[in-house]
């Protein structure tokens, strides 16, 4: 079964994590940093429009791989994260018109509404009969509103760290129920 934008398959979708992926990219120093969450969940729910499309998702911080470890340790620690004291990152949609998605995204016990560009890749039968659904979708934070503050300041009134974050999501979902 494939399917364009146009043709609509209403029903909850279990967002598949070893075929999405959730990952980041922010400034260190000169050059820029990129990194990923390994575990996450959620869902989509899609309506007889696009535009009654909803998603809900939960990220695991303690999960964050920028392929250093000792970085990555840095970022769960009260300095970033703070993973051993406040829950998950995660975002709640509250609407979505085909290409852009606002919602409210949790990082630290602080939540804040973004907006995200996305692109629908429409819907899909995979090899095994199940019904898939695609998305991708990007965003630009600033780190401190969410109380992500740690810095060093360097050499010419520099930074460390840019308070800017790339968040670039790819989403494949399993059809879990018709509506």
Known sequence: MTSTATEIVAGTWTIDPIHSEVGFTVRHLMTK???????????????????????????????????????????????????????????TSTS????????????????????????????????????????????EINRKDFGVDFNIPLDGGKLLVGDKVSVTLSVQAVLATDA
Do not use: C, Y
């Open 33 to 91: 940093v990129r990194g990923q969450f390994e575990k996450f969940e959620g869902k989509i729910v899609t309506g007889a429009t696009l535009a009654d499309t909803a998603a809900e998702a939960s990220v695991d911080l303690n999960s964050v791989n920028t392929r250093d470890e000792q970085r990555d340790g840095h970022l769960r620690s009260a300095d970033f994260f703070d993973t051993e004291n406040t829950g998950p990152m995660t975002f």
């Open 96 to 139: 979505f018109d085909g290409t852009s998605a606002k919602g409210n995204l949790t990082i630290k016990g602080v939540t804040r509404e973004v907006e995200l560009d996305v692109e629908f890749l429409g819907f899909d039968t995979d090899p095994w009969g199940g019904r898939r659904i695609g998305f991708e979708a990007t965003t």
